[in-house]
């Protein structure tokens, strides 16, 4: 029950783009189809400069990086401050 509601309060009140980055970070594939359907930004950036398969990739989240790829998420996004790349 308590993982349920901390999913909620970490949703409440966020954007779809957030959204997305909290499902790659917890490596939920499923929610991540939905929000990258219901129109949420597959490019978006975090004030760290981070896409969502990047946060994906960095956590090892393997089925939340493929399903990003197969929405055709880029892959060779650098960050500005390393110019790390997802992969």
Known sequence: LRRKCDKF???FGRSLREKLFYAA?????????KLLKQGAELEWRNP???????IACNKGNYEAAEALCAHGAELDARDDKYQDTPL
């Open 25 to 33: 970070q917890a490596n939920d594939s499923a929610l991540v189809l």
């Open 48 to 54: 760290y400069d981070w896409t969502a398969l990047g």
């Open 9 to 11: 309060h970490a949703f």
